[in-house]
C-alpha cells in the first residue's frame, strides 16, 4: 500500500504543464500553511527518517530560511550565482516560535512574489531563466518538506494530483543542471537509452534519455515510444519516489524493462 493518500486530489483533468505561477505561488502559501498545522506544537527533536540526521527543527528551519533567501534573489532579480547564501532569518529566540516564524517567512515569500514580474528574466541554476523558477522552485522544497514532517510524525501525506504531476515535470527539467550541488547526476550518461516516468493518474508522460554528454527529456511526441525501463504510479507516488521518499519495490509502482538502468537512475538523481 502506498503511503500517500491520494483523496486530496482534487482536479479531474489531466495537468498541463507547467501549472501557473500564480498556482505556484498560492501553493507555497497553502503547502506552507499545512507544514505550521504539522508542526505546531509537535516535539520539534522528533527525528526525520527521510532526511537522516535532521530533527523536525533541523527540516523547518531549513524550509523557511530557503523561502527567505529564494525571496531576496527575487526581489533583486540577480543576474549571476550569489557569492553567499547569508541571509536575515530573524530566527526565535525559543524552539517554540518556530511554527510562527515558518508562517512569516512564508509571508516574505508572498511580498516577494508580489512586487516581481514572474517573467522577469534573471540567474537560476535550472532551465527556465526567469524568475518564476525559483517561485516553483520553492514551492516543491516546501511540499516535500511538508511530507518530510508528516512522515515523522506518522500522518499519511495527501498530494493533489496535478500538484504533484507538476512536480514531476519540475524535477525531471531541472536535474540535468543540478551537477554542481548534485555531483553524482553527472554519472547519468548513456548511448540513447531511455527511461518513461507515466503517471497514472494525471496524464503526465515523460521519457529521459541518456547521452554521451548527458540527458535530458525526449519531446512530448515520443511519449508514444517504446523505452527501456519504464516507471509507472500515481503522480504523487511518482514524485515521492524521484525524491527519495519512497522505494520503488513498493506496491505503488508498475515497473518495467532494464532493472540495471533503473539502478542507476535512482543511484545518481537524488538532489
Wanted: net charge negative; proline share 6%.
Amino acid at each position: 500500500m502506498a503511503i500517500v493518500d491520494h483523496s486530496g486530489s482534487q482536479s479531474q483533468t489531466p495537468s498541463s504543464f507547467a501549472l501557473t505561477p500564480a498556482a505556484h505561488r498560492d501553493a507555497v502559501a497553502a503547502q506552507t500553511a499545512r507544514f505550521v498545522t504539522v508542526v505546531k506544537g509537535a516535539d520539534l527533536a522528533t527525528p526525520v527518517p527521510t532526511c537522516p540526521g535532521w530533527t523536525l527543527l533541523d527540516l523547518v528551519r531549513h524550509a523557511g530560511s530557503v523561502q527567505r533567501w529564494f525571496s531576496v534573489l527575487l526581489r533583486r532579480l540577480v543576474q549571476e550565482p550569489p557569492r553567499s547564501r547569508d541571509v536575515e532569518l530573524r530566527l526565535p529566540a525559543d524552539e517554540g516560535g518556530f511554527a510562527d516564524w515558518l508562517t512569516a517567512s512564508a509571508a516574505e515569500a508572498a511580498g516577494a512574489f508580489a512586487v516581481t514580474d514572474p517573467d522577469a528574466p534573471m540567474w537560476v541554476w535550472g532551465a527556465d531563466h526567469h524568475a518564476r523558477f525559483w517561485v516553483r522552485r520553492m514551492l516543491f522544497e516546501t511540499l516535500v518538506h511538508r511530507v518530510d514532517a508528516e512522515l515523522a510524525l506518522g500522518l499519511r501525506p495527501a498530494i493533489d494530483r496535478d500538484l504533484a504531476a507538476d512536480g514531476v515535470d519540475e524535477f525531471l527539467v531541472n536535474l540535468p543542471f543540478a551537477t554542481p550541488f548534485a555531483p553524482d547526476v553527472a554519472k547519468l550518461r548513456g548511448s540513447g537509452e531511455t527511461l518513461r516516468f507515466r503517471c497514472t493518474d494525471a496524464g503526465g508522460d515523460w521519457v529521459v534519455r541518456l547521452r554521451p554528454d548527458g540527458f535530458g527529456l525526449d519531446d512530448q511526441d515520443s511519449a508514444d515510444a517504446s523505452a527501456d525501463a519504464t516507471v509507472q504510479a500515481a503522480a504523487a507516488d511518482l514524485l515521492l519516489l524521484l525524491y527519495g521518499r519512497l522505494d520503488r519495490g513498493a506496491d505503488a509502482f508498475e515497473i518495467t524493462g532494464d532493472e540495471d538502468l533503473l539502478a542507476r537512475w535512482f543511484a545518481n538523481s537524488t538532489f
